[in-house]
């Protein structure tokens, strides 16, 4: 089965930083493209950011500058890191994975596996 597992949210303080994780098994993770999502309660699922094979990199408007995608393909994970964190950041986020690229990668619909996702909390 393919599975992505998603680690390292908790609780920060405005201002601070976080790094999650998301490791894939099951299949050829170099293959992927790798996305970040994360929803809050009330709100439709977010993009954040998309990470190809390449290491190429598309962000959301609302996160640039601010969060960082990295991968590993010999470890079969990517990572988010998350600075400058603030309230307006707090969500439960998740990792995805398409096996061919999309130009709309935005979109949820998208994709064909998640992660089961990791909770982010922004306090003043």
């Known amino acids: 089965q393919v599975q992505l597992v998603e680690s390292g949210g908790g609780s920060v303080q405005s201002g601070g930083s976080l790094n999650l994780s998301c490791t894939v098994s099951?299949?050829?993770?170099?293959?992927?493209?790798m996305a970040w999502f994360r929803q809050a309660p009330g709100k439709e699922r977010e993009g954040i950011g998309y990470?190809?094979?390449?290491?190429?990199?598309n962000y959301a408007d609302s996160v640039k500058g601010r969060f960082t995608m990295s991968r590993d393909n010999a470890k079969s994970t990517h990572y988010l890191q998350m600075n400058s964190l603030n309230a307006e950041d707090t969500a439960m986020y998740y990792c995805?994975?398409?096996?061919?690229?999309?130009?709309?990668?935005?979109?949820?619909?998208?994709?064909?596996?998640w992660g089961q996702g990791t909770q982010v909390t922004v306090s003043s």
């Open positions: 995805a994975a398409r096996i061919t690229w999309t130009p709309r990668w935005f979109d949820p619909g998208r994709y064909d596996f």
């Open positions: 990470i190809d094979w390449g290491s190429r990199t």
């Open positions: 099951g299949y050829t993770y170099h293959r992927l493209g």
